[in-house]
C-alpha cells in the first residue's frame, strides 16, 4: 500500500489550502491517520491526527485553524488549513496505519507536499 499526498502549493497569509492523502492498493481500512510537518533542520512533528473513531488531535499552533478528515471509502485522508501563517511553511507528511486484508496494521509515509506561506 502507498500514500501519495498532494495539495501542497504558494500561498498568501491568511489564505487557505486542503491537502489530500490517497492511498492505494489492497487495504480493508485506516486506523490511525495523521499529518505531520517538517521544516529543513528540524525534526518532523505531528500537526494533527485522528483515530479509527474519528477523534482528532491538533498540535497547538494550529488548533482552531486546521481540520483533518477521513474517508475510508474513498482511501483519503484531508488536511483544510485556514488562516494560513508563515510559520507554517513546511514539508507536510501523511501517515497512516493501514489495515490489510490479513488484518495486520502497517505504518505507511506519503512523499510529502510542500506549503509555502508568503506574500
Known amino acids: 500500500v502507498q500514500l501519495q499526498a498532494s495539495g501542497g502549493g504558494l500561498v498568501q497569509p491568511g489564505g487557505s489550502l486542503r491537502l489530500s492523502c490517497a492511498a492505494s492498493?489492497?487495504?480493508?481500512?485506516?486506523?490511525?491517520v495523521g499529518w505531520y510537518r517538517q521544516v529543513p533542520g528540524e525534526q518532523r512533528v505531528l500537526v494533527a491526527a485522528?483515530?479509527?473513531?474519528?477523534?482528532?488531535n491538533y498540535a497547538d499552533s494550529v488548533r482552531g485553524r486546521f481540520t483533518i478528515s477521513r474517508d475510508n471509502a474513498k482511501k483519503m485522508v484531508y488536511l483544510q488549513m485556514n488562516s494560513l501563517r508563515p510559520e507554517d511553511t513546511a514539508v507536510y507528511y501523511c501517515?497512516?496505519?493501514?489495515?490489510?486484508?490479513?488484518?495486520?496494521?502497517?505504518?505507511?509515509w506519503g512523499q510529502g507536499t510542500l506549503v509555502t506561506v508568503s506574500s
Open positions: 485522528i483515530t479509527s473513531r474519528s477523534t482528532a
Open positions: 492498493g489492497s487495504m480493508l481500512g485506516f486506523n490511525r
Open positions: 501517515n497512516a496505519g493501514i489495515i490489510t486484508p490479513g488484518f495486520v496494521i502497517k505504518d505507511a
